[in-house]
């Protein structure tokens, strides 16, 4: 506990300074407050959201969007990644056709995805998985390749080969980097859903955040910003959870 | 009567053309059933390599490898192959149980209740009762190898190829393990084929030593190891015969050109 407090402080420290010189910056005019207002104005705005119930909404849309883009891209990106880690022939196949597309920086396609699937979910999916997909591929691919040769061939002396090779030995084996790369598609994912949400109007915080701007609703605007890092920064604390309970030889 | 598992003329080589290179030439070990051959030989001889195409694991260039009148080709369910590199060839997302359960749960034969009661048994031999809810990498680099000792007992294997099993753990539990296997083997009826660079351990445990020279190795000599069993960690160590069989070798480890006799 004592440790832990030594840890944390410094890193508390610094945000609550910046915090206060924030707020002092905003009562004394050096910048100004209706352009950023202080913390404490941000603050009772965004309580206010948060009592009022208009939190849960716009939040739930966005993050089931994000989280069935995301579970497609895992779906894919490690189904597609086993086969090509495993497959010299499909890997040889896929290989230059995925470094073609996978520099594309994701934003760009949200324009041409409007047209084929319109401004709704199905292209706010589609958008999410493909800008979480190529880390989870490439990663995928590395932590299969990457599996000791020793484990490999353990597995068989005793008769695992084949599809059971893959599911029980390959695929815990590269657990770790594909992790990595589930953790980067997340961070890609969210920034996309929220941009498909501005650039759609259909919904979601992206579009509410826009929307406060062009109202004019600057408190707002700021207290939903603080909303969406407060949950980006939630889902990461869960996905570090889960990952140090999934993967405990990690450390070793 | 012919060998229970007949190593015929194996020959291993890399590349082809001018760039050939030969690990191992025509390479001849006749087992009996129940027997202990230790394959001895200078570190980077092939004797890895060796017991990879042994174990099915690796395709000879030419000859071939019978065991119990069949070939091999592929791993045969009734030989395992015990790893030098212990922390690589247990699997970190198992427990100790779930590892040494890992070959019943291959072969489909045993209702679950059996499989953990047959798993302990098989740790308790190897003296690691009461860790099977552990990870192996809680465990210390002796009582890993333990662990994948049990585990290739619970393939309840007719044959143990073991690979410099205790070149990397600390010279007290080498001792240890090395009298460990001893008992399994002789409760057991094992036939082991044991690939190791350590005079001393091939002379302790073998009945017969096979002695590899270097590249491209072929069987140097074959000694017989007429020591009796049981033998003890320290007593047989320290008698005359020993020490004269440890002489002998070592003698044709460090002088091998005075020694080349072909193929035995």
Not at chain 1, 125 to 152: E, K, M, N, S, Y
Not at chain 2, 96 to 112: G, K, W, Y
Not at chain 2, 226 to 248: I, K, N, Q, V, Y
């Amino acid at each position: 506990m004592y440790r832990a407090a030594t840890r944390l402080l410094p890193g508390l420290a610094s945000f609550v300074v910046v915090l206060v010189i924030w707020e002092l910056a905003g009562r004394y005019r050096y910048v100004n407050p209706v352009l950023l207002p202080p913390p404490s104005v941000i603050g009772s705005t965004l309580w206010e959201i948060v009592r009022s119930g208009a939190l849960l909404e716009p939040l739930g849309q966005t993050f089931l969007l994000l989280f069935v883009g995301y579970a497609l891209a895992c779906l894919f990106g490690i189904a597609l990644g086993l086969v090509m880690g495993r497959s010299e022939v499909i890997y040889g196949l896929l290989e230059p056709l995925i470094e073609l597309l996978r520099p594309i920086p994701k934003a760009a396609l949200v324009p041409p995805l409007f047209l084929f699937l319109g401004f709704g979910a199905t292209m706010k999916i589609t958008i999410v998985a493909l800008a979480a997909f190529f880390p989870i591929l490439i990663a995928t691919i590395q932590g299969v390749r990457g599996v000791d040769r020793v484990a490999i061939d353990t597995a068989r002396t005793f008769g695992c080969t084949g599809l059971a090779l893959n599911l029980r030995i390959i695929l815990p084996a590269s657990l770790p980097m594909i992790a990595t790369g589930m953790r980067v598609g997340l961070g890609l994912g969210l920034i996309l859903v929220v941009l498909a949400e501005m650039l759609a109007g259909d919904g979601g915080v992206g579009y509410l955040i826009l929307d406060m701007q062009r109202s004019f609703a600057v408190r707002q605007m700021y207290a939903w910003i603080v909303i969406l890092a407060a949950a980006g920064l939630a889902i990461n604390a869960i996905f570090v959870f889960v990952e140090a309970r999934a993967i405990p030889w990690r450390a070793k | 009567m012919t060998a229970f598992l007949k190593i015929d003329a194996v020959t291993k080589s890399y590349g082809a053309g001018p760039a050939v290179r030969s690990a191992l030439r025509d390479v001849s070990i006749d087992i009996q059933r129940s027997e202990l051959v230790a394959i001895l030989g200078p570190s980077g001889c092939g004797k890895s390599t060796f017991l990879q195409i042994v174990a099915g694991l690796i395709p000879p260039t030419s000859g071939q490898v019978m065991l119990d009148g069949k070939q091999v080709s592929a791993p045969p369910r009734d030989m395992v192959y015990l790893f030098q590199q212990y922390t690589k060839s247990l699997f970190p997302w198992r427990t100790v149980l779930q590892n040494v359960a890992f070959p019943m749960e291959m072969q489909r034969t045993a209702s679950q209740r059996l499989v953990r009661a047959r798993c302990l048994e098989y740790l308790a031999m190897v003296g690691l009762g009461g860790c099977e809810d552990q990870y192996p990498w809680q465990l210390s680099g002796g009582m890993q190898q333990r662990v994948a000792i049990a585990r290739a007992l619970a393939a309840e294997p007719r044959v143990l190829l073991m690979d410099e099993p205790f070149s990397a753990v600390d010279a007290l539990t080498r001792l240890e393990l090395q009298s460990l296997v001893l008992d399994i083997w002789a409760r057991q009826r094992l036939t082991v084929l044991l690939v190791t660079h350590d005079v001393d351990e091939a002379v302790f445990m073998a009945d017969r030593v096979a002695m590899l020279s270097a590249r491209p190795s072929v069987v140097a000599s074959i000694t017989d190891i007429d020591l009796p069993r049981p033998r003890d960690t320290m007593g047989t160590r320290e008698s005359a015969r020993f020490l004269s069989l440890r002489h002998g070798l070592l003698d044709t480890l460090l002088h091998p050109t005075a020694h080349v006799v072909g193929n035995v």
